[in-house]
């Protein structure tokens, strides 16, 4: 089912809760001797109001039922089981028989119209099955291939450069943006930033007032800590400037910077967020906007980019600043602050402004956490000093000492022709505002494991001038550690040039969700780009129709998106165009549920 929205307010996101009975006992193949158990599933319906279109409980429209289970069985061996279930609308519990044993598995329901239409999905992760046992397993539906709305009760403010932290399995931070914008001469001023959190609990579907940061700030960045379970938000400003023509994306200056940094804050039992600072390091850590935050080994994090755009100070940005969980400082807790460095250490290639960066899947050499920032560099200095091709990648690698990091652009770039390069065109200039998302290790017939990253969008500053952003700017990046190389590929499939986007990997797919089209504005819609079934190292594809879900999707750009736990996407604020945030009919919060998540 399709969720037909209007551009209205976002209104709010109901857990309709409610139990199901479809006794299911399916016998398994002849000659099986794998050990079974049971499921009783505790089901939920993630229901909500768009505008004046109402979001219907699914009891009125499921007619079936099937319960997908992905795991290793009871042998270790991976395996697919499917199990069906009729459903009458009147029952009260729903019960899976004969489900074969194994941990860990992945369980996801579907939920089929009269029709035989997979209108509803659910899914659940890190389950265990024991032989002759009933797990009893929390879902909640969503609309697949469609939108559920979710926000506040009391509605939200429209808001651009948001933040969407992930918190556990389940929980989603969101924190800031900019509320408000206004005319000043020739330009107009991204104003009102917000102070107000949220909380997003995609696994109760609800969503809940998580209090206030210390202080107000868009554009900002935050990183949980695993280890102390606490958010380290980072960077942001106050206001945010273009060009009202349109000429420009929105720019900052280092005056209006947030004046507390960083703040540390723990979400307590209440779900209410409690936020400090130390007011004596501040200077430890540079003044920044949309920095990249690179989670370490034992909580620390590594501070990069976020410098300003698109001329850059390379002197105080060319080095990423550290947070150690273990400093003394006056913060709540009396632990974890900003180190005061020696010079010279995280040193970068590159001031990074407006880049994006993505984990490797695989290690290090030394076990520890290594990264791919793409983009944001300097196409001219502020000394007039033109960037070196290739600066436009780098490689974050963490050593074996905590807190340390190398930034290394010793891989050589190599062209479609397989040959190294230094002149590769379509990778050299400055890409502001992209986006990178890590597609996961793949094995060549040399035996060479690889990872690829499918690297998307961003707006071009070449010779003094902003160009709009292209839709020729879509690549795919393998990074080979034996040869020591990263090959560039294009990647067919955008329709329009996009930037400040989001995209998710999830399923082994790729959703671009919106962007805006021109430097001002021109929203975009959803882009999907799938795995090449006929090339399986080669880069992603995109069909000849967008996803169905297309039609109906608020186009809006600088907006935040994640991916939940049950692999659909949630996704928070935006605009389609920048002169929207001078009027609040409401802004959008919405879950995506993909229709290749039910395939």
């Known amino acids: 089912m399709t969720l037909k929205r209007s551009r209205l307010q976002a209104a709010t996101g109901l857990s309709c809760a409610f139990a199901l009975l479809a006794a299911c006992a399916t016998q398994p193949e002849a000659g099986s001797a794998a050990a079974s158990s049971e499921v009783a599933l505790k089901v939920s319906a993630l229901t909500g109001t768009c505008g004046s279109v109402s979001t219907n409980s699914p009891l009125g429209e499921i007619r079936n039922f099937k319960l ?13 089981q499917t199990i069906a279930a009729a459903f009458n609308g009147s029952a009260k519990s729903i019960t899976f028989s004969n489900i074969d044993v194994g941990s860990p598995l992945q369980v996801t329901l579907l939920g089929y119209t009269q029709d035989g239409v997979v209108s509803w999905f659910a899914r659940k992760s890190a389950v265990t099955l024991n ?33 969407l932290t992930p918190i556990g399995a389940d929980k989603i931070l969101i924190t800031g943006g900019f509320g408000d914008a206004t005319l000043s001469g020739t330009d107009l001023k991204l104003s009102l930033p917000q102070t107000q959190a949220w909380l997003f609990d995609s696994a109760k ?42 000429s420009t994306p929105p ?30 390091i501040q200077d430890n850590v540079q003044a920044r906007v949309m920095p990249n935050l690179l989670l370490l080994t034992a909580d620390y994090v590594v501070a990069s980019g976020g410098a300003p755009w698109p001329t850059v100070e390379t002197t105080n940005y060319l080095s ?34 407006g880049s994006a960066v993505a984990q490797f899947v695989t290690p290090s050499s030394y076990g520890t956490f290594r990264y791919l920032i793409w983009g944001g560099n300097e196409s001219i200095s502020a000394q007039g000093v033109p960037s070196a091709a290739g600066k436009v990648i780098d490689i974050a690698l963490e050593s074996s000492n905590l807190g340390d990091v190398r930034f290394d652009d010793s891989y050589a770039l190599v062209g479609t022709d397989g040959k190294p390069t230094t002149d590769y065109s379509e ?26 990253f499918a690297a998307i969008g961003g707006a071009r500053y070449n010779n003094g001038v902003w160009a709009a952003p292209s839709k020729d700017d879509a690549f795919l990046l393998t990074v080979n550690d034996a040869q020591k190389t990263i090959t560039i590929q294009k990647m067919p499939g955008l329709s ?19 962007g805006l089209t021109g430097l001002k504005g021109g929203g975009a819609t959803l882009t999907d780009f799938a795995p ?22 608020i186009a809006r750009g600088a907006l935040a998106a994640t991916k939940l736990s049950n692999d659909c996407i949630f996704l928070f604020g935006g605009v389609a165009d920048f002169d929207d945030l001078k009027d609040h009919p409401g802004g959008a919060s919405d879950v995506y549920c993909p229709g290749f998540l039910a395939q």
């Open 532 to 553: 090449n079934a006929a090339d399986p190292f080669g880069p992603l594809t995109v069909g000849d129709t967008p996803p169905a879900a297309a039609a109906t999707f």
């Open 496 to 514: 329009a040039g996009v930037y400040l986007h989001s995209a998710t990997s999830t399923g082994g797919h790729v959703v671009v969700s919106g």
């Open 131 to 163: 032989k002759l046992e009933t797990q009893t397993v929390d879902v909640t539906l969503m609309a697949s291939e469609g939108f559920t709305c979710v926000g506040p009760d009391a509605g939200l403010s429209k808001l651009v450069f948001p933040v």
């Open 427 to 452: 990778a050299n200039g400055s890409l502001f505002f992209p986006t990178l998302s890590a597609l996961g290790p793949s094995t060549l017939d040399s035996g060479d494991v690889v990872e690829r």
């Open 68 to 80: 997908v289970r992905t795991g290793p069985n009871d042998k270790g061996q991976v395996e697919t």
């Open 320 to 353: 990423g600043d550290l947070f150690d969980p273990t400093l003394v400082t006056q913060v709540d807790g009396g632990l974890g602050g900003f180190a005061k460095l020696n010079n010279g250490a995280l040193k970068m290639n590159g001031s990074r402004a």
């Open 205 to 246: 579907g609800t969503f809940t007032d998580a209090g206030q940061l210390s202080s107000a700030r868009g554009a900002h960045s935050a990183i949980y800590l695993p280890k102390s379970q606490k958010i380290l938000v980072v960077g942001g400003t106050t206001a945010m400037t273009l060009k009202a023509d349109g």
């Open 251 to 280: 720019s900052w200056n280092v005056a209006d910077a947030v004046s507390q940094r960083w703040e540390l804050c723990a979400l307590g039992a209440n779900n209410q967020l409690s936020c400090s600072t130390d007011q004596t």
